[in-house]
């Protein structure tokens, strides 16, 4: 069991650092949160189970440092894992890529972040204001009836169309 919750920490720790260093994640905004939840739920088993453990008694100290210095920059560390771990982003999927309604931080302006699939992961290639204007009116992706995608040779057009309206958001390819 240990080494299965070893195995999924680890997991969890590269997730998080490639994500931030890089914007690259498992695909899907579910993948990233049955990690999270899992990883969550296994370790308290691990400290209820192994708890007699000096090396399980300094983790468990470890965490609890970990969360209580979270805490101090007007707790915002600790609102983005919690946010992340509730929230539920909407997304769609077109061809190899995908639009993700979303917002990296506790404090962040929501945006609409555009993400390309390689295999199991996904890499955030561009992101674009949270909401789209069809004649002076703003919708979220979730509102608009359809959507598709044109590629260009150096960027992505997607059309965002609403009964006979629509617009336009370009992405450059990197």
Known sequence: MLKGYLTITILLIVDVVLYLTSGISLIGQISDKVLFW???ILTAIVIIKYFKRRLIKGYLVFLGILLMLSLFPMALPFLSIFSFATENDYEVQIENYRLREGVKSAIAIPKIYLL????FLEKEIGETNFTIEIDNQYYKIDEIEEISLSE?????SF?????EKSAYRKFKKE
């Open 152 to 156: 260009e040779k150096d960027s992505l």
């Open 116 to 119: 390309q699939e390689w295999g």
């Open 38 to 40: 899992t990883w969550l």
């Open 159 to 163: 059309e965002f169309r609403l009964k």
